[in-house]
């Protein structure tokens, strides 16, 4: 299954491109799912109604529902410990979603898209950038987190649980709880598969311009940090050329003059001319002229570690982690056990350490050639020493 991953700047337009993606994979043969979580529905709107292809399928998320069903069920399952805490239960009707529920449902419909559904491409029109990174990032977080909660191996003790709460006097946490735990560790793994699944891609739209110039430098370093994949950068509204209209001319300018920089920096880009209008229905999504996606993905991006160049005595091994677009100043990087947490301008990854590096100190890092270059001394104290 082949998934395409839509995001950009707010404004620039991702919900057409997601819909011409999906209309395109759809004529080509394919049979075609494009996902939305935008509540006013503006995937519809562009597609020009639900029928738009018949190889075409569309999602609507809606977290409400969902959100509820969890919630009420996670009372009946902590029914014990709700009522020694005097707890007053709520009812499904009174309860409204909170912050995030619009995330998990969209992690859902990835997982079950790769579980449970025959489809040979998947599209999926994400939140603005700064938004869609976190979505994307929230399933390797929420994996961490559990671990660090809810350790796999302090799992083998919750037998002797209701022998502890006798003797306590107070009910200890269920076995339902480790189940629970278990079940979003599934959950979320198979979401974060699909996300990091060498045939899973990001399409990045940007309307050429200052602004759009900035916002796609930032969500480029954030999806590195996370090593996402892009396989096109989209130009979104491209003005022609020439103009007898001088206020159009120059507008036109800055434009292109910002397309040269992006062809430079960036190997694929695609050109979509703006129509004048807001694109609605199949025809105005092709005359878009967007190409369809190449046959085979990118290659992964790697994060290889290689011994150190002869003669650099101070270290041993040398992690690689490609960071394009990022400056010096708005680099971080600290060592905390067996992670590394790197901060990359706004965006921040708390990565586990290669097992050799493990035994490892940090002996220094730089930046060069839009790549992160950490540095790694063995440890005297922890590498086996020879014989």
Not at 66 to 84: H, I, K, M, P, T
Not at 205 to 228: F, I, K, N, R
Not at 355 to 363: F, K, M, P
């Amino acid at each position: 299954m082949r998934t395409h991953l839509i995001t950009g700047p707010g404004g620039s337009g991702r919900t057409t491109v997601a819909a011409a993606t999906a209309l395109a994979a759809a004529r080509s043969g394919h049979r075609t799912l494009v996902i939305s979580a935008d509540r006013t529905d503006t995937l519809g709107t562009a597609l020009g109604g639900p029928d738009a292809h018949p190889g075409l399928t569309t999602r609507r998320l809606v977290g409400d529902d969902r959100f509820r069903e969890d919630l009420a069920a996670l009372q009946e399952r902590a029914a014990s410990a709700l009522d020694l805490l005097g707890a007053e239960r709520l009812d499904a009707e009174e309860l409204t979603p909170l912050p995030g529920a619009e995330e998990l449902a969209l992690l859902r419909a990835l997982r079950d898209a790769a579980r449970d559904t025959p489809y040979d491409t998947v599209v999926v029109d994400l939140p603005p950038a700064p938004k869609a990174l976190s979505v994307l990032a929230l399933p390797e977080q929420l994996r961490r987190y559990l671990r660090k909660l809810l350790p796999p191996e302090r799992q083998a003790a919750r037998a002797l649980r209701p022998m502890l709460g006798r003797l306590a006097g107070v009910p200890m946490p269920a076995a339902w709880l480790y189940e629970t735990a278990a079940r979003w560790e599934d959950d979320l793994a198979a979401a974060q598969a699909v996300i990091e699944a060498p045939t899973t891609t990001v399409r990045l739209v940007a309307e050429p311009g200052p602004a759009g110039a900035d916002a796609l430098e930032a969500a480029a370093t954030g999806l590195a940090l996370q090593g996402l994949r892009t396989d096109c950068l989209v130009a979104n509204r491209l003005l022609p050329e020439a103009s007898a209209d001088t206020w159009l001319a120059a507008l036109s300018a800055q434009q292109h003059k910002t397309l040269a920089a992006w062809e430079t920096a960036h190997d694929h880009v695609v050109r979509v001319r703006h129509l004048g209008h807001d694109p609605r229905g199949a025809d105005d999504l092709t005359a878009l002229g967007l190409p369809p996606a190449p046959a085979e993905p990118p290659a992964p991006v790697q994060w290889p570690v290689t011994a150190a160049p002869a003669g650099e005595e101070s270290h041993a091994y040398v992690w690689h982690i490609p960071l394009p677009g990022v400056v010096r100043e708005e680099l971080g990087l600290i060592r905390r056990g067996d992670e590394l947490v790197i901060t990359a301008g706004p965006a921040r990854r708390i990565v586990t350490l290669p097992s050799a590096l493990r035994r490892c100190t940090v002996a220094g890092a730089g930046l060069r050639e839009g790549e992160l270059r950490v540095r790694f001394a063995p440890d005297a104290d922890l590498w086996p020493r020879a014989r």
